[in-house]
């Protein structure tokens, strides 16, 4: 199971990534070039994030894992919220680099 710690250090490897919160203080935004990659909510329970994936695979996804759902306040057809706390490591940091890929693109 992986911490906020561990996915805001993930994050912040990948290449000119930055943190910010521009949504308010209990939410870190993860973006490269301008562009957002992950949001980490640090308020809402479950504890969750906010990650971009092609269309094929958000559904797969969704069908797969109760975990993840329909993006909380973002466009449902592109983006999952991830409820990470029981979730297999090597998935969310799947999630995570996909995410980065395709908005760096």
Request: one cysteine or more; charged letters at 25%.
């Amino acid at each position: 199971m992986m911490n906020i710690g561990e996915i805001r250090d993930y994050c912040l490897i990948k290449e000119n990534a930055t943190e910010s919160q521009s949504f308010g203080k209990y939410i870190l935004v993860y973006k490269t070039n301008n562009k957002i990659f992950l949001i980490l909510f640090l308020q809402k329970f479950p504890l969750f994030f906010n990650v971009k994936t092609n269309t094929e695979w958000s559904e797969e996804l969704r069908e797969n894992y109760s975990e993840i759902t329909e993006g909380y306040h973002m466009n449902k057809k592109h983006w999952n919220s991830v409820y990470y706390g029981k979730l297999p490591h090597h998935l969310i940091l799947k999630l995570i680099d996909h995410s980065y890929d395709l908005v760096s693109k």
